[in-house]
């Protein structure tokens, strides 16, 4: 479809325009440790939620592994909303889509990896006899927000929403009308209503329906975009957060622990703890010999991300028992998280040497 924007724009914009590509932006190599730190955190949180698990989150089924595992998940709340942050600053101030066909291939680059691994951990579980409905159905489900055994990946349905709306919004501002980008909002809005309704019309108990966001995701979104815009924090700052930082991550074991496991990220704790990391880790200089690897790293990020469940099924699982020492746990919580980390940082490298990295993440 031919976009005729550019005729309707002012002399001035038009100019503005032209010259957008050829500002060079600055790539912040801040954000790329951020994208390394929230992968290797969560692995860490999956870690530890077999040690739980194994345990049925009772330590009187064994103190040590039940300890172990509520701090490793205490460490890692920030992680997916920092997802979130980040995704709002590259769409609103990073990256802005300068018009609908280049944002559209930035969604399909989520999408396709989305439903590739779902099927893939649809596949496995089922070679491994662990699927608890017929692989079709949960196929089927998996369409409309059901990621099971693809537990992982859960995010992704508000993630693509985010950055659509966003993106919407962005070009409708600079003044171009991105018809098909609102097509695909307005079918996420309606798409609850629509199965509802035909879940009472044929009688039949149809998918639940993840796609979509919550206020918390939207603010996280928008939030971490002004966050992640401000200059450098001074020492004194710093300092204040690098106090407050430990005070959140002992408030979600103190939550996890007495009132509910697992802490929802629109909480109060999740919040502070990571506007915390945002701002200790946003503008800090990165050493010029490290940037390459990091870059590297950070691409490997979501792959790695998305391959990781895999190894903690297959590796972890059947290590973790409830009958161990609170040290031997800890020992072996960091061992187990280390070699999950390798490995699924190792495999994504790979795949991206075999330029997989559109299909795979």
Known sequence: MRNDTAAVLL???????????????????????????????????????????????????????????????????????MYFAIAGWAVL??????????????????????????AIYLVWAWLRNRNDEPMTELAADSLF????????????????????????????????????????LLGIAVLPSVMTTLSEVTGRELPSVAWGFGTYSLVYAVGGA?????????????????VLLPLTMAGSLWYNTQVHYVMPN???????????????????????????RLKRLAGAALGAYMVHVLFVE??????????????VAGLLLAGLVITVMVLSFATSLLWGRLRLRRLLG
């Not at 698990?53 to 040590?64: E, K, M, V």
């Not at 629109?266 to 390459?292: D, G, K, N």
Request: charged share 15%; net charge positive.
């Open 11 to 81: 002399p001035q914009q038009r100019q503005a325009t032209s010259e957008q590509p050829a500002r060079e932006r600055e790539h912040r190599y801040d954000v790329d440790l951020m994208r390394l730190i929230c992968s290797a955190t969560i692995m860490l949180g999956h870690v530890g939620a077999q040690f739980i698990l194994a345990t049925r989150n009772d330590p009187a089924n064994g103190a040590g592994s039940y300890w172990a595992g509520h701090v490793a998940e205490a460490v890692n709340p920030y992680a997916v909303p």
């Open 93 to 118: 101030v990073g990256a802005p889509p300068r018009d609908t066909g280049r944002m559209w291939k930035r969604i399909v680059r989520n999408t396709v990896p989305l439903f590739v691994w779902t």
């Open 145 to 184: 927000g059901s990621v099971q055994p693809a537990y992982h990946l859960w995010f992704m349905y508000t993630y693509i929403p985010i950055i659509v709306l966003l993106a919407f919004a962005m070009l409708i501002r600079a003044g171009q009308r991105p018809w098909r980008l609102g097509a695909v």
């Open 226 to 242: 002004l966050l992640f815009s401000l200059p450098r924090l001074g020492a004194r700052w710093r300092g204040l957060l690098l």
């Open 266 to 292: 629109a909480h109060l704790f999740v919040a502070v703890m990571s506007i915390c990391v945002l701002l200790l880790v946003s503008r800090v200089r990165v050493p010029e010999t490290w940037r390459p």
């Open 314 to 327: 297959e590796i972890v699982r059947p290590l973790v028992s409830p009958d161990l020492s609170g040290p």
